[in-house]
T-cell receptor, first 115, second 109 residues
Framework: DAGVTQSPTHLIKTRGQQVTLRCSPKSGHDTVSWYQQALGQGPQFIFQYYEEEERQRGNFPDRFSGHQFPNYSSELNVNALLLGDSALYLC??????????????FGQGTRLTVV | LAKTTQPISMDSYEGQEVNITCSHNNIATNDYITWYQQFPSQGPRFIIQGYKTKVTNEVASLFIPADRKSSTLSLPRVSLSDTAVYYCLVGGSARQLTFGSGTQLTVLP
C-alpha cells in the first residue's frame, strides 16, 4: 500500500518564476492538505482540499493556489516566487469522516529553493 | 485553535525512558491530543493520539490527566534512532494541524 507520494523531491527556481508541486494521497484517503516548513520551524498549514474544493485555508497569500483532481491527487502552485518561499513543502492526506480523530499521513516533502 | 507549549530541547541516553510534557491550557472539549515525530528532511510521522487517561501503542505511551490541560509522551528505552523533533498538537481532526516549534530530542550513546 503506497503512502503519500510527492514530486519532485527537490527543485530550484528563480525569483519571480512559478512552480507546481504534486501529491498523491495514501490509498483510500480523500483529503489533501499542504504545509510549508521553513528551516528550524514547525510546518505551517497552507490549505486543505476535499471533494475538489478548497475547504480551509491558512494565512498564506493568493500567490499560493491549489487543485484537487477526481482521483484525489493534488497540486500546489506558487506564483511570483520570493526568496522567502524557500522551504520544505509537505503534503498530508487523511480521510474525512464522522470520526473526530482522523490521522494525517505526510509525504516526504518537496524541498524548494528559490534563488 | 488551542496553543501548545513544550520544551525546546531534551537530551537523553540510550536505553532510558524519555518523557516529554506538553501544556495545552485552552484545550476544547472535543479536541484530541496527537503527537508527531519528524526526522530531518522528512514529513512528520504520527506517533500516538489520545483523548483522556492513558493510551499505549507499540511505540509510545500518552498520559493525559483528568483536566486535560497537559499531556506527556513517554518513549520507553530510547535508541539513537529516536533522535528527532517531537510535536504535540491539539485539535478535533486532521483538518488543520497547528504545529508549534516542537521538542528536539537528542539521544546520546
Amino acid at each position: 500500500d503506497a503512502g503519500v507520494t510527492q514530486s519532485p523531491t527537490h527543485l530550484i527556481k528563480t525569483r519571480g518564476q512559478q512552480v507546481t508541486l504534486r501529491c498523491s494521497p495514501k490509498s483510500g484517503h480523500d483529503t489533501v492538505s499542504w504545509y510549508q516548513q521553513a528551516l528550524g520551524q514547525g510546518p505551517q498549514f497552507i490549505f486543505q482540499y476535499y471533494e475538489e474544493e478548497e475547504r480551509q485555508r491558512g494565512n498564506f497569500p493568493d500567490r499560493f493556489s491549489g487543485h484537487q483532481f477526481p482521483n484525489y491527487s493534488s497540486e500546489l502552485n506558487v506564483n511570483a516566487l520570493l526568496l522567502g518561499d524557500s522551504a520544505l513543502y509537505l503534503c498530508a492526506s487523511s480521510l474525512t469522516g464522522e470520526g473526530m480523530n482522523t490521522e494525517a499521513f505526510f509525504g516526504q516533502g518537496t524541498r524548494l529553493t528559490v534563488v | 485553535l488551542a496553543k501548545t507549549t513544550q520544551p525546546i530541547s531534551m537530551d537523553s541516553y540510550e536505553g532510558q525512558e524519555v518523557n516529554i510534557t506538553c501544556s495545552h491550557n485552552n484545550i476544547a472539549t472535543n479536541d484530541y491530543i496527537t503527537w508527531y515525530q519528524q526526522f530531518p528532511s522528512q514529513g512528520p510521522r504520527f506517533i500516538i493520539q489520545g483523548y483522556k487517561t492513558k493510551v499505549t501503542n507499540e511505540v509510545a505511551s500518552l498520559f493525559i490527566p483528568a483536566d486535560r490541560k497537559s499531556s506527556t509522551l513517554s518513549l520507553p528505552r530510547v535508541s539513537l534512532s529516536d533522535t528527532a523533533v517531537y510535536y504535540c498538537l491539539v485539535g478535533g481532526s486532521a483538518r488543520q494541524l497547528t504545529f508549534g516549534s516542537g521538542t528536539q530530542l537528542t539521544v546520546l550513546p
